[in-house]
C-alpha cells in the first residue's frame, strides 16, 4: 500500500517559497547544446544554490536554459517528459530550451516535503502532480512578467509571456527569461495566479517525443547498473531463499585465499561477498557454504497455498460492500450462477536486476540507485547507516522497468549495511536469479462469484468472497485492505443488491504492489464472471455490460468506440473468437477487444484493440505507448505468470522457467483515445496491464466454448468442448 502526503497547489505554493520570499525554480550548469534533452545523469548536484531558481520545480539559466524539476521516477511511462509538458504549458517556454532534472530526496527532507511525494506508482505521477507543477509553471510565469514590467516602468498588464520570451506589447520590446531570472526568484506574489482553461491549452495535448528515448536508443542514458564511483569494490549477495529465514552459519575456508576476494559480510537474513571485481564476488558467493534456519516455512509450498486460498472462501470474513440485500435477493432469484477463480503468485521481473552503489562516509551516505520511491530510498539508507535523513543523498537514475518492485528498495539497505561494514563505497547488484527469487510478489487469490437473475434473465444480485493476502498490514482497516479489493468494492456495474467480503491471507511469502495492484487480479475475476453472467442472461456480453453501466455515458463512449474499432459483432472463422473488458481505474476508463485463434489446443493472442477516456489528454504518443506497454506486461501474467514454492523457496529464477510475451507472441494493436470532456488528469501507466487477461480468456471462451477460472493460461487445456 502506497501512502503518501499530497499536496494541493496551494498548499504546494506556500511550502516552496524560498527564505527569502523567492520562489525556487533550480538552475543547474548546462552546456547549450544539451538543452532539450534529459541529461544521460539526470539527477542534479543537490549542494549548489542557484541564483535564477525562481521556484523548487523551475530553474532558469543566463542561457535560457529551463531546468525543470521532476518528482517521481522514470521507468519507461513518459512522465519525465509529461509533467514538464505541463510545467512549460503554463510557463510560456521554449520547449528546445528545457532540460529536466530529478527533484532532489534531500531537498525534500530538508525543506518540509517541497516536492510532495517522491514515490512512483499507481498511475499517480501526472495525476497527483500535474496541478502542481502547473501552478508553478504559472507563478513562474507570473514572477518573469512581474520582473520585466518593473524594468520598464510598466503595468504587468502590458507584458505577455511567449517562446522563452517577455514581451511589452505597446512598444514590441523584449527581455528574454534568462535575462530576467535573478529578478523573478526575489518577486513575491500577491496571489497566485488562476490556470489555463483546457480549451487555452497550445502545448499540453501535443504529440512529442519522450526526451529519454534518445538516449536509451543511443545507450547513453545511465542506469544504476552501468555507474561507477571512484574507489568503488563489488558485492555479491544471496538472501536466504526461504523467506523469513536467517543466517545460521558461514564457512568461509574454500574462499580464503581467492583473488580479489575483500571481505565476507554477514547481514541477519544475508551473506554478501566484496571484492574487486563483480565475477570474482559471485563466483566466491556460490563457493561458500552457509547455512540456513529457515523453521517452519522450509516445509510449504504452491499445492498447500493454492488450497488454502480456496479453502479460505468458507471462512468468515469481513464485509467490505453491501448494498441492497443481497441474501434476500438470492432468495427470490428465478436463476442462480455460481463459480470460483483463482490465480497465482507472479513477480515483477524488471529488465533490470535490482542494484545500487553505496558510499557512507563520516557525515553524509551517498546512493545511486534506480528506484521508484527516492524517499523510501533515503529513510532505508538513514536507518541501515545509522544517521540522520538530513545528511542522505539520493541520486535517482534511470532504471530498467520497476511495476511496483521497485517501490521497495530492498538493494539499498543492503548496499548501505555493506559499505558501512567494509568503509568503501559498495556497488551491488543482484543477480536475475536473486531478483526472481527474493520478491515482493502480487498476491496468490481466489473468488467465489454467486449472481442472481429474474425470471426475464435481468441480474438482481452478485455476491463475492474474496481470498487474497495484504501487502501493507499496516494499512488494513477492520479485516480491509482497500488495495487489494480494488476493481471490485469500486467497480461501475451497478447493480440493486451486491455485497463484497473480504479474507485476508497471508503465508511467508512477502507481498508487495504489482502493477495495478488490487485491479491486476480483481479485473480478471470480475470481468470473465461479468462474461459469465451475460451467457446466462443469453445476453450479448457488450449489450450485457452496457446495462449494467446505463448510467454511466463516459463509459458509454468508450464502448462505443471499442465496439466500431474492435469489429464487434462480425463472424469469426471456426477456432477463433472476441472477448472483452472494460473496467475504469486511476480515474481512466479503458476496454480491450482481444482476437484470439485457438489450434491444437494453443492459443495465439493475434488481435488487440483497446479504447481509452484517461481525461485531458497531455501527449497522446505517451497514452499509447503505455497502454500498449502494459497489455503487453499484463499478457505475460495471462500466458504465462507463475510463482512457485516449493519447500519454502521459489522455484523459477530466470526467464527460461518465468518466461514472458516476446515479439513472436505479441499482438497487432491499435489504440483509440476518446477522453470526455473538461479537466481530468486520468492515470494511464497501470490500466492497460488489467483488462487484457479477461479479454483474452473471454475470446478463449467464444473460441472454444472453454472458460477458464484460473491463469496463467499456459498448460491449461485450451481443445473446445
Known amino acids: 500500500m502506497m501512502t503518501d502526503t499530497t499536496l494541493s497547489r496551494r498548499q504546494f505554493v506556500v511550502t516552496a517559497l524560498t527564505a527569502g520570499g523567492g520562489f525556487a525554480l533550480g538552475i543547474g550548469i548546462i552546456a547549450p547544446a544539451e538543452a532539450a534533452t534529459l541529461s544521460v545523469r539526470p539527477w542534479n548536484d543537490d549542494t549548489t544554490h542557484y541564483p535564477g531558481e525562481i521556484n523548487a520545480w523551475v530553474v532558469i539559466q543566463p542561457d535560457d536554459t529551463v531546468v525543470i524539476r521532476y518528482g517521481r521516477a522514470e521507468m519507461g511511462q513518459g512522465s519525465f517528459t509529461a509533467l514538464p509538458q505541463i510545467l512549460a504549458e503554463e510557463l510560456e517556454c521554449d520547449w528546445a530550451f528545457v532540460k529536466p532534472e530529478y527533484a532532489s530526496a534531500n531537498r525534500n527532507v530538508r525543506e518540509n516535503k517541497v516536492y510532495g511525494s517522491l514515490s512512483t506508482g499507481g498511475s499517480r505521477a501526472v495525476r497527483e502532480t500535474g496541478d502542481i507543477v502547473q501552478q508553478a509553471g504559472a507563478s513562474a510565469r507570473e514572477r518573469l512578467i512581474a520582473a520585466a514590467a518593473k524594468r520598464w516602468n510598466v503595468p504587468n498588464s502590458e507584458c505577455q509571456a511567449a517562446m522563452s520570451k517577455i514581451t511589452h506589447k505597446p512598444t514590441g520590446r523584449t527581455f528574454r527569461f534568462g535575462e530576467l531570472a535573478v529578478e523573478a526568484a526575489a518577486i513575491k506574489l500577491d ?42 569494490v563489488r558485492a555479491a549477495i544471496l538472501k536466504c531463499p526461504v523467506f523469513g529465514g536467517t543466517v545460521k552459519s558461514v564457512d568461509e575456508s574454500a574462499i580464503a585465499s581467492r583473488r580479489g576476494v575483500l571481505q565476507v559480510v554477514k547481514l541477519k537474513d544475508a551473506v554478501a561477498v566484496v571484492a574487486d571485481r563483480t565475477f570474482r564476488a559471485q563466483s566466491a558467493l556460490n563457493a561458500l557454504k552457509i547455512e540456513w534456519e529457515v523453521g517452519a516455512a522450509g516445509t510449504t509450498n504452491s499445492v498447500q497455498f493454492r488450497k488454502a486460498y480456496l479453502d479460505a472462501l468458507d471462512q468468515k470474513g469481513a ?14 432469484a428465478a436463476k442462480v450462477v455460481e463459480a470460483t477463480y483463482d490465480v497465482p503468485i507472479i513477480a515483477h521481473a524488471p529488465m533490470e536486476p535490482l542494484n545500487a552503489i553505496a558510499h557512507v562516509q563520516e557525515n553524509r551516505v551517498d546512493v545511486w540507485v534506480g528506484t521508484q520511491n527516492a524517499d523510501a530510498a533515503l529513510a532505508l539508507a538513514a536507518q541501515a547507516s545509522g544517521m540522520k535523513p538530513e545528511d542522505i543523498y539520493i541520486h535517482n537514475t534511470f532504471s530498467g522497468g520497476g511495476f511496483g518492485r521497485r517501490l521497495g528498495p530492498d538493494e539499498v539497505a543492503q548496499a548501505v549495511a555493506i559499505s558501512k561494514a567494509v568503509g568503501k563505497p559498495v556497488k551491488l547488484v543482484w543477480t536475475r536469479e536473486e531478483e526472481i527469487r527474493q520478491g515482493r510478489y502480487r498476491t496468490q487469490a481466489a473468488i467465489r462469484f454467486k449472481a442472481g437473475f429474474a425470471a426475464d434473465g435481468t441480474p438482481i444480485a452478485l455476491d463475492m468472497r474474496n481470498s487474497a493476502g495484504s501487502g501493507n498490514p499496516g494499512a488494513v482497516k477492520d479485516g480491509i485492505d482497500a488495495q487489494t479489493m480494488q476493481g ?38 470480475m470481468e470473465s464472471f461479468i462474461d459469465e453472467m451475460a451467457y446466462a442472461a443469453r445476453k450479448d456480453p457488450v449489450q450485457f455490460r452496457r446495462e449494467l453501466l446505463a448510467h454511466r455515458p463516459d ?10 474499432k474492435g469489429d464487434w459483432g462480425k463472424p469469426m472463422p471456426k477456432g477463433k473468437g ?14 480491450m477487444i482481444a482476437e484470439v485463434a485457438v489450434t491444437n489446443g494453443q492459443v495465439k493472442v493475434e488481435r488487440v484493440v483497446i479504447a481509452c477516456d484517461c481525461g485531458t489528454v497531455v501527449n497522446p504518443r505517451g497514452v499509447e505507448t503505455q497502454l500498449e506497454g502494459g497489455m503487453i506486461y499484463g499478457l505475460s501474467a495471462a500466458l504465462f505468470g507463475e510463482i512457485t514454492v516449493k519447500d519454502g523457496r521459489v522455484v523459477e529464477g530466470n526467464f527460461d522457467t518465468y518466461p514472458v ?25 497501470e490500466p492497460g496491464a488489467t483488462m487484457i487477461q479477461p479479454a483474452v480468456t473471454n475470446a478463449i471462451f467464444a473460441a472454444t466454448g472453454k472458460r477458464l477460472r484460473s491463469l496463467p493460461i499456459r498448460g491449461q487445456d485450451l481443445r473446445g468442448v
Not at 482553461?197 to 536509451?216: A, M, S
Not at 471490485?488 to 491471507?505: D, E, G, Q, W
Not at 463509459?555 to 466500431?564: A, G, K, M, P, S
Open 191 to 232: 496571489k497566485e495566479p488562476g490556470l489555463k482553461r483546457t480549451d487555452q491549452y497550445k502545448f499540453i495535448g501535443r504529440r512529442l517525443e519522450r526526451l529519454d528515448v534518445p538516449l536509451k536508443i543511443n545507450g547513453s542514458a545511465k542506469y544504476g547498473i552501468d555507474l561507477e564511483v571512484p574507489g568503488m
Open 578 to 591: 472476441r472477448g472483452v473488458a472494460v473496467h475504469e481505474s486511476y480515474d481512466s476508463i479503458v476496454g
Open 319 to 332: 464485509e467490505a460492500r453491501h448494498d441492497g440485500n443481497v441474501d434476500t435477493a438470492m432468495a427470490t
Open 488 to 525: 471490485l468494492i469500486n467497480t461501475a456495474y451497478k447493480l440493486p443488491n451486491f455485497r463484497v467480503i473480504s479474507i485476508l491471507k497471508n503465508t511467508h511469502v512477502p507481498l508487495g504492489p504489482w502493477r495495478a495492484p488490487g485491479h491486476s487480479q480483481n479485473v480478471f475475476f
Open 555 to 564: 463509459f458509454q463512449q468508450v464502448i462505443d468506440l471499442l465496439v466500431e
Open 661 to 685: 510475451v516476446r515479439l513472436k507472441d505479441a499482438p497487432k494493436t491499435e489504440v483509440y483515445i476518446s477522453p470526455t470532456p473538461g479537466k481530468r488528469w486520468g492515470g494511464i501507466g
